[in-house]
T-cell receptor
Framework: RKEVEQDPGPFNVPEGATVAFNCTYSNSASQSFFWYRQDCRKEPKLLMSVYSSGNEDGRFTAQLNRASQYISLLIRDSKLSDSATYLCVVLERGFQKLVFGTGTRLLVSP | GAVVSQHPSWVICKSGTSVKIECRSLDFQATTMFWYRQFPKQSLMLMATSNEGSKATYEQGVEKDKFLINHASLTLSTLTVTSAHPEDSSFYIC????????????FGQGTRLTVV
């Protein structure tokens, strides 16, 4: 089983749609969780950290469920500029390992 | 956010030569640095984790004698691809993290290596 698993997609959605991504992780000792965005041939950039209480940043909402070991990202009112690959990232305890999911590709069309 | 500078951004080298990639944290002390490799249409794959002043911890399948990692200071880590071959052609990215819980990891711009 992979340490961090994501549906690779692609998710094809029209502008204005709401889309949700899930990510599961296998190491229950994982410490911190993030969603990164990566555009083609560019470095990943932090989108948001994920906290147990859930957090929201504009159109983006992230949730963490430690009991079920999954993380979610919800994007509301999709924009064309949201088209990218979204990477689920798990930081394991003591900074021993920062593990990326395979990424979920999102394509927002007019 | 914090800045991590990685260079060169791209390099072309002959097969058999060595290439050094630098990763610098410009405005924070990077306790831990991660080195990743990304092949086309694939995700980032962790190659190794290094802590300042310690030997790097390599992931399974990554040759430590081929990919030399040095993390001599809290602001600089280097990855040297020794005796590069065409199959080493890839996108290499470093990431740096400081201390503390929920610390973000900041990424360099990446280095596109082409071995001919």
């Amino acid at each position: 089983r992979k340490e961090v698993e994501q549906d690779p997609g692609p998710f094809n959605v029209p502008e204005g749609a709401t889309v949700a991504f899930n990510c599961t992780y296998s190491n229950s000792a994982s410490q911190s969780f993030f969603w990164y965005r990566q555009d083609c041939r560019k470095e990943p950039k932090l989108l948001m950290s994920v906290y147990s209480s859930g957090n929201e940043d504009g159109r983006f909402t992230a949730q963490l469920n430690r009991a079920s070991q999954y993380i979610s990202l919800l994007i509301r009112d999709s924009k064309l500029s949201d088209s990218a690959t979204y990477l689920c990232v798990v930081l394991e305890r003591g900074f021993q390992k920062l593990v990326f999911g395979t990424g979920t590709r999102l394509l927002v069309s007019p | 956010g914090a800045v991590v500078s990685q260079h060169p951004s791209w390099v072309i080298c002959k097969s058999g030569t060595s290439v050094k990639i630098e990763c610098r944290s410009l405005d924070f002390q990077a306790t831990t640095m991660f080195w990743y490799r990304q092949f086309p249409k694939q995700s980032l794959m962790l190659m190794a984790t290094s802590n300042e002043g310690s030997k790097a911890t390599y992931e399974q399948g990554v040759e430590k004698d081929k990919f030399l990692i040095n993390h001599a200071s809290l602001t600089l880590s280097t990855l040297t691809v020794t005796s590069a071959h065409p199959e080493d052609s890839s996108f290499y990215i470093c990431s740096a993290a400081g201390d503390g819980l929920n610390t973000e990891a900041f990424f360099g711009q990446g280095t596109r290596l082409t071995v001919v």
